[in-house]
């Protein structure tokens, strides 16, 4: 996407609606000399900024496109459609990954993106959509992420380091593989999410719905946990040193389930089954094994 472009596209735009550059910079809360910079394609603005800009101008973000056309299209990645100017210069003809990181976000839509890698590192989001999204391989670092949602998207293979995760959903989320290290994670919905291969360690996992989730393979580490319930399967999972307050094991099937624990007195069983190894892993916890019927082979 070239900046000179934009910057045409824009200045067509601002006149066809007939307002000056300070008139532009002043509804956008920003410098006329910005503006000006954008029109002789010298930068270009964030996509937030540009989601603004269309409004105003009264376009749709296709307009910005290199091949506009009339039909909207609110689902291609913007991440396609853009690319930041480079620093030696304003167009020297080289596509550059653009980079949101230490940003803050408040009720951007960015659903249908992929490929975002630590794009949003250290930042601030809260209100977003991030719907239908491929973000495998997402490197979060040192983010706050408050009532965004993330439903049936894909962040497998994802790390999730050092953040605040409060209230946000994910529901029907593959979360394959996906490690969270020194993150709070509460008042989240995981309705439906696969945490097949998941980790979750020296953090919190409070308060979070989690019903018809997939629990394979999946660990707690070093994790407080509660006001959770558990139901379904829990297949070849581990518990090791977490701290367990109100969490209840409802309609539950457990099998090859390791607890390494000195207490399971914060862990409530409600018509479960557990087979012969998670039994004597619970009892040797001292949990409460009412509620609990053994598998028998």
């Not at 853009?82 to 659903?111: I, Y």
């Not at 809260?126 to 949602?149: A, E, M, P, R, T």
């Not at 394959?176 to 696969?194: L, P, Q, R, Y």
Request: aromatic residues 10%.
């Amino acid at each position: 996407m070239e900046t000179k472009m934009i910057g045409t596209k824009i200045t067509e735009a601002r006149k066809k609606v007939n307002i000056s550059q300070a008139q532009l910079a002043e509804r956008l809360f920003i410098s006329a000399q910005a503006v000006g910079k954008w029109e002789r394609g010298e930068s270009l603005p964030d996509i937030i900024t540009l989601n603004r800009l269309a409004e105003i101008l009264g376009v749709d973000l296709n307009y910005f496109s290199e091949n506009f056309q009339s039909v909207t299209n609110k689902n291609i990645p913007l991440e396609s459609q853009l690319k930041q100017p480079s620093e030696s210069g304003p167009d020297n003809g080289k596509k550059l990954n653009w980079d949101m990181s230490r940003g803050n976000w408040v009720d951007a839509d960015f659903s249908g993106l992929k490929n975002l890698h630590e794009k949003f590192s250290s930042s601030n989001m809260q209100n977003c959509k991030f719907v239908g999204s491929d973000l495998s391989g997402l490197l979060l670092k040192s983010n706050n992420i408050d009532k965004c949602d993330f439903s049936d998207s894909d962040l497998g293979g994802s790390h999730i380091l050092r953040s605040n995760l409060a209230g946000n959903l994910f529901k029907n989320c593959s979360l394959k593989e996906t490690e969270f290290s020194e993150s709070f994670i509460g008042g989240s919905d995981f309705t439906g999410a696969d945490f097949t291969g998941v980790k979750i360690k020296s953090g919190g996992f409070e308060k979070n719905t989690i019903a018809g989730a997939k629990w394979n393979q999946s660990s707690f580490i070093h994790t407080y946990i509660a006001d959770v319930v558990f139901e379904g399967n829990v297949d070849d999972c581990y518990f090791e040193n977490c701290d367990f307050k109100r969490v209840t094991f409802k309609n539950v099937t457990l099998k090859n389930t390791f607890f390494k624990n000195k207490s399971l007195k914060g862990i409530r069983f409600t018509d479960s089954h557990a087979d012969r190894m998670t039994y004597e892993f619970l009892k040797n916890g001292k949990a409460d094994l009412t509620g609990v019927t053994l598998i028998t082979v």
